[in-house]
């Protein structure tokens, strides 16, 4: 065995080691894009400055949901579209914990909307990675927040056309302290976009734009032809203009990758700690 | 002299009138009275008609508001249109006689189906339509008025401390304050004591409300003596505060732990979080972080997750807030997570009648959330029970690792009370079963006793949870066997905590197995319900008062053994709403049906006087009374 291979071996050993591997196989069709993220998440932990008992994982309902119950890290599944203000709690609760929230378009931007926008406003201090595969998976097929104009899907059988979020332009409009969009196909780049994201005081965000059978399925793309459409469609743009990184069904059309924003806001629990620290120093104690 | 004095304040919202409330108030526990108000209003930031009903004693707090009262004091003509019924015979107005000339039927603020009933009674009286007519022809019948010229007394404060007229017009307060202290023949150090604490820190004001309010009692003292002067207070004054039932559950849930707490702002639940916001500061080492967080759904989500990480973590919410949190609720109790729910009811359904008060939710909170799991209701009927209940909530949602229902209303929300200064040292603690240094083979869900130990998030082994199905481990399981097994030990803990809590606690009988009658309630229902036997009990009927405190596990056979030594026909189930639900949960617990009830829904509270005539009725073999009374 030569001497990288002996890295590589125990590489994927520690990684294997982050999985729940006993709870295999998993659900994820093959060929689908979410246990590559989980993946590059694992290998980020362990990459990570972080002890990976500080580690924690929050994911709501649907395909991505189901990733917290593949980790060797305490997880919650939780109802649907509230992985956020539930681990909002968990991290002004525990602050010293590094709070990840990994789901889906369904489940983050659609029912969860609301949690997702004030949680950024907030700039809670969580990590965000929503896996995008325009559709709500689990269920069949329907369209989400994220479907591309056009696109067919099991609630959209002639083309969708009720407009679709450009996110990581909405997200950097919000105010978010870290923006990037990886796929997949771009293992390395997604694992150190994550290993970027744990440093960050405040809300963290990375889309990663995943291949999705069923998707695929409706609009007449076989599994490896969608692969295909992803590496020569795919352009690396760190200084994009991020008004013009919305995703379409056009084969034609790029789509967009990169760090796009990185910010130093203080977070929410950063600013709640000092305010505490300043009324307890001035305050004469008494409440 | 009297022993005790019923008397209203009424204007429009927005005007002052919670500043004479609690002034008054302040200066009557200073010397040594008891008092109950309710605050009532509507639904609009400001301008439409409030009041505050109060009844102070020289013995003790009182338990319940009644009818009719002994002093009115209007700060507009509304408030005289609006309350002339409520005057006792003999009783005094306080009123602004520059405004004589003013028709109720050009009051934009009134609301048209009160219009349409004064214009019939106006008619029938035949009276002009104006206040000076209604003020003549309530003098003819015994009431005595006390006609202030507002303007005129605001211009000499104005004059005197050089102010604005309408700077001064926001002062009106104080003529209210004034007028009540000289009918009562207030110490004026105590109302000085009631204004500086209003003003605290701003001294001006101070000094110009007292100057006004002395002015107005000196004025009304020459002209009418002191004759609603209370009795000397019957024991010297011990410490006492005075507190709202929002303030009472914020005070119940700092010393019980609590640091995390949630919300999202709603009538009439925010007012305790705001009081919490305060406490942020508490302590050396420990914080109480309060997130009013952008919905209910996220308020209570975020408590679940602060709540595995051992934080004693809650959220206050009223009824619309609640439905949106009944999912998570769902996955706290699968999950054995104890959080605690404080629910403050209004009126329903959907938005309601967001300011008044209700008991309607009942049902709602015992099944609310699909599936099943076991959680515990409580309800506090007062003030002290209140303030227990918020400490017991934490202890029994962490000993029973399942969500905690603590089940309040607007009623005891908005009112404001005298109460000792709850004594802490008895109340206790209790975090329930705790892992010891949970290792590597550590199971949250461990099936081997009902009560698996609780580890909390970070202390060492790696913990799941799902709102599927689990195992052991908190991992998805669909196995049929497994299923079954978990369930049990869920549902298991609610037989457990039956078996615990002790009955006579859960449901507290005041009065004799041997009374005439027996009223069955709950929450607020408890202050009236005694106030009424009080009174009854005067005219020779004796009344009994089943106190329902945990609604969930219900004590049954303690309950039906009671209610059976009775007889359907002599309980009578009182509740705000309109099934009288506590009838119907007695009925689902014990097989025993309550033959009779006295209900009100109007959204206002259930008087003492309206309760004693209702429950003459049924004595004379009336089967449901719906009470009404209340403007």
Redesign the interface.
């Known amino acids: 065995m030569s001497r990288l291979e002996l890295v590589k071996r125990t590489r994927t050993d520690e990684i294997r080691s982050l999985l729940r591997t006993e709870r295999f196989p998993h659900i994820w069709c093959p060929g689908c894009g979410i246990g590559v993220a989980l993946k590059c998440y694992a290998e980020a932990i362990l990459k990570s400055d972080i002890p990976v008992e500080k580690h924690i994982i929050v994911s709501g309902i649907g395909c991505s949901g189901r990733a917290a119950g593949y980790m060797r890290l305490d997880g919650y599944h939780v109802t649907h579209g509230r992985p956020i203000p539930f681990a909002v709690g968990l991290k002004t609760a525990r602050p010293d914990l590094e709070v990840t929230v990994f789901s889906g378009d369904g489940d983050l931007l659609t029912i969860g909307g609301n949690h997702f926008i004030h949680a950024v406003r907030r700039n809670d201090d969580i990590n965000v990675i929503m896996i995008n595969n325009f559709t709500y998976g689990m269920t069949g097929g329907q369209y989400s927040a994220t479907t591309p104009n056009g696109a067919r899907t099991l609630t959209s059988p002639y083309g969708f056309i009720e407009g679709t979020f450009n996110v990581p332009y909405m997200v950097a409009a919000l105010g978010a302290n870290f923006v990037a969009r990886w796929t997949p196909l771009h293992d390395r780049e997604l694992t150190r976009a994550i290993q970027e994201m744990f440093k960050i005081d405040g809300f963290a965000f990375i889309e990663v734009v995943s291949p999705c059978l069923i998707f695929g399925e409706m609009n007449n793309i076989p599994p490896l032809e969608m692969l295909k459409h992803f590496r020569k469609r795919c352009v690396i743009d760190h200084d994009a203009d991020l008004s013009k990184v919305g995703l379409s069904t056009d084969p034609d059309q790029p789509i967009v990758l990169g760090n796009f924003v990185r910010r130093d806001r203080p977070s929410y629990q950063t600013r709640y700690r000092e305010l505490m620290e300043k009324i307890r120093g001035g305050g004469g104690g008494r409440g | 002299m009297r022993s005790e004095l019923v008397f209203m304040l009424g204007g429009p919202q927005g005007a002052g009138l919670e500043t004479s409330a609690q002034i008054l108030t302040t200066s009557l526990a200073h010397l040594g009275y008891g008092v109950v108000s309710d605050r009532e209003y509507h639904s609009n930031i400001r301008g439409k008609h409030s009041y505050v009903h109060f009844r102070a004693s020289s013995e003790g707090t009182p338990l319940a508001l009644t009818y009719p009262v002994d002093l009115l004091g209007a700060m507009d003509a509304e408030t005289v249109f609006t309350h002339y019924h409520d005057l006792a015979p003999g009783g005094f107005l306080v009123y602004d006689e520059s405004q004589e000339k003013a028709r109720f039927d050009r009051i934009p603020s009134m609301g048209k189906e009160l219009k349409a009933r004064l214009r019939r009674e106006f008619a029938e009286l035949g009276l002009d339509g104006t206040l000076g007519s209604l003020a003549r022809w309530l003098s003819e019948r015994g009431i005595r008025l006390v006609g202030i010229s507002y303007p005129d007394v605001l211009s000499k404060l104005a004059e005197k401390y050089g102010l604005q007229r309408a700077q001064a017009s926001r002062y009106v307060s104080s003529i209210l304050v004034g007028a009540v202290a000289g009918l009562m023949g207030l110490d004026e150090d105590a109302v000085r004591a009631g204004i500086e604490r209003r003003f605290a820190g701003r001294e001006a004001l101070v000094e110009q409300n007292t100057y006004l309010a002395s002015m107005v009692a000196e004025t009304v003292r020459r002209m009418h003596g002191e004759p609603l002067r209370l009795e000397s207070p019957a024991e010297p004054p011990g410490e006492v505060m005075v507190a709202s039932g929002n303030d009472v559950v914020a005070l119940g849930k700092v010393v019980g732990g609590l ?2 707490q ?1 919300y999202y702002p709603i009538t009439p639940a925010a007012d305790e979080s705001f009081l919490l916001e ?7 080492e420990a ?1 109480l ?1 309060v ?1 009013q ?3 209910e ?3 209570i ?11 004693r ?1 809650a959220t206050a919410t009223s009824g619309p807030g609640f439905s949106l949190m009944v ?2 609720l769902g ?1 706290a109790g699968i999950n054995e997570v104890p959080i605690v729910i404080t629910y403050y009811q209004r009126g329903g359904p959907s938005t309601g009648l967001p300011t008044r008060g209700s008991q309607s939710d009942l049902f709602f909170t015992l099944f609310a959330s699909h599936g099943e799991f076991p959680r515990i209701v409580l309800a506090s009927g007062d003030h002290l029970e209140a303030f227990r209940d918020a400490v017991e909530a934490f202890n029994l949602a962490e000993r029973y690792q399942t969500p905690v229902i603590h089940l309040v209303d607007k009623f005891l929300a908005n009112t404001i009370a005298t109460m000792p200064v709850p004594d802490p040292s008895g109340l206790r603690v209790d975090r329930g079963l705790l892992a010891e240094e949970p290792g590597e083979g550590y199971k949250r869900f461990d099936l081997s006793s009902t009560l698996s130990p609780r580890a909390f ?2 202390a ?1 082994p ?7 199905e689990h195992d052991e481990a908190g ?2 399981t669909e196995d049929p066997e497994l299923r079954a097994a978990m369930y049990e030990k869920r549902m298991r803990k609610l037989e457990l905590a039956d078996r615990e809590i002790p009955p006579e606690e859960r449901a507290v009988l005041y009065g004799s197995r041997d009374a005439d009658i027996l009223l069955l309630g709950w929450g607020s229902v408890k202050g009236v319900a005694l106030d009424a036997a009080r009174v009854l009990e005067r005219e020779g009927i004796s009344v009994a008062y089943l106190h329902l405190r945990i609604l969930e596990p219900f004590p049954s056979s303690h309950v039906r053994g009671i209610l059976e030594g009775f007889g359907p026909g002599r309980v009578v189930a009182v509740e705000h709403s309109y099934n009288a639900q506590s009838a119907m949960l007695v009925a689902l617990k014990t097989g025993f049906t309550v033959g009779r009830s006295i209900v009100k829904y109007t959204g206002r509270p259930i008087y003492t006087n309206e309760l004693v005539d209702a429950v003459k009725r049924v004595l004379k073999g009336e089967e449901r009374v719906v009470l009404s009374y209340g403007a």
């Open positions: 640091r995390f949630a305060r406490y942020e500061r508490v302590g050396e914080s972080v997130l967080t952008e919905d759904i996220a308020a989500s975020s408590v679940i997750g602060a709540a595995l990480t051992g934080a973590a999912e998570a996955w998030l970070g060492g790696v913990m799941w949870f799902t709102g599927d991992h998805i």
